[in-house]
């Protein structure tokens, strides 16, 4: 569940940790998410931009290990086992109150920490074949092979969208082909002679150039 994609008062009604008490017949009768996880197992996705209203009744929830059914009050005891993700630069989200020290430390008793794809460029062939043979499966395509060229590119990026603009890549690489591809040298710096820095900005395989900066 991405809890960037909906706001509050929509997230509190999905994982049914809302305190309202008038709602919709139509959503007093749907189950959360919560609820439907029951014995299993949720991902919270993007858990720093939860807002820190939402927060709070969730910690609620993972300490009394129940809620009031949205509508009807009725008590309902859960137990499911919640995993929360972020992209977020997690001490910077605490530092700035948007994700509550308490949520995280209810959440944090066991953490991993994924590296970033341009730290683990030697994942790159196998993973550019997993979303080739998915895409493909997908779009109903033949899957197409990645040429020494495109591997090349492909390792000189350094993919600041990590594995979303992978996918994306290899979707464009599926529809177009090799043709219709644009390649450039990664992120390096330069000193001209006038001795300032420039910086150039390296083009993702397949998209248009980023300019300099």
């Not at 994924?114 to 997908?138: C, S, T, W």
């Amino acid at each position: 569940m991405n809890c960037s994609a909906l706001p509050g008062d929509l997230l509190e009604t999905e994982l049914s940790v809302t305190s309202a008490v008038i709602l919709p017949v139509s959503v007093r009768s749907k189950a959360g998410k919560l609820e439907l996880c029951e014995k299993g197992t949720i991902l919270l996705d993007e858990i720093a931009e939860m807002p820190t209203s939402v927060q709070s009744k969730l910690l609620q929830v993972l300490q009394n290990k129940q809620f009031f059914r949205p509508g009807s009050g009725a008590t309902v005891e859960v137990d499911v086992r919640i995993l929360a993700a972020t992209s977020a630069n997690v001490e910077r989200s605490l530092s700035e109150k948007k994700l509550r020290e308490d949520l995280y430390y209810r959440l944090s008793a066991f953490t991993v920490q994924a590296p970033p794809l341009r730290q683990r460029k030697d994942e790159l062939p196998l993973l550019l074949r997993h979303f080739m043979h998915h895409l493909a499966k997908h779009y109903g395509l033949p899957p197409r092979t990645f040429s020494p060229s495109v591997l090349d590119a492909c390792h000189a990026y350094s993919w600041p969208g990590n594995l979303r603009e992978l996918e994306e890549f290899v979707k464009r690489y599926l529809m177009m082909g090799d043709k219709e591809l644009i390649f450039s040298a990664p992120r390096s710096e330069h000193t001209p002679k006038n001795g300032k820095r420039r910086r150039e900005v390296g083009t993702c395989p397949g998209g248009k150039g980023r300019g300099r900066e």
